[in-house]
């Protein structure tokens, strides 16, 4: 659901009991957890602050992993594996995408299948409308690149993964109407967007 100045997600499954919602105005994120009656709001003060707190960590945890003997140092990585990156000099994912001649017609839109690539493995299948036919599609779009961009700011400077939805979305061009990931060259989960419903925002959302 969107407006002039904020939209909430939800798949209606896992979170179906939380919205996530962004205000464009204010860049800031709010997830509201229904079953808890409990919300956290992020905005640009508090990812810096965050920032700042985490980098502070980070040096004195890389600080005291280079003062280890080379024989620590080697155990905690293969231990760790990825995550000891946290002790180095952390690798950036590598996000591109792939378009394919294959089309489907989802919920009644017709999209094209672009694949999501990591590290030139293939995560996901996108299926991509024209963002001038879906209702509401050109705002909601925007809105979501927007939430995007403060998503990739607060995942990166909290050390967490780059490999999710709203950072690859940025790479998108069109409206995702199905997304299929993928693990080990095998389709899992999908999502399928059935409906956009649009209405003002009251405080019915934090009760």
Known sequence: MTDVGKM???????????????????????????????????????????????????????????????????MMEEAMGTKANVFTEEKKLNITTQATSKSLTISGHACKITNVLHDGIKKSEVCLADVSK??????????????????????????????????????LEGFPVQVVEYENNKPGAKINLTDITQKDFSGAEFS
Request: glycine letters at 6%.
């Open 8 to 74: 909430s997600l939800s798949d209606g499954g896992q979170m179906e009991k939380t919205d996530v919602m962004y205000n464009r105005t204010k860049k800031e994120l709010i997830m509201i957890d229904h079953q808890a009656k409990s919300f956290f709001r992020v905005d640009e003060a508090a990812v810096t602050q965050i920032s700042s707190m985490v980098n502070a960590m980070k040096e004195q945890m890389q600080a005291q992993f280079a003062n280890l003997p080379p024989e620590q140092r080697k």
């Open 134 to 171: 879906i209702k509401g599609g050109v705002e909601v779009i925007t809105a979501l690149k927007e939430f995007g961009k403060v998503m990739e700011t607060v995942t990166s400077q909290i050390g967490a993964g780059e490999d999710n939805f709203l950072n690859e979305l940025l790479l």
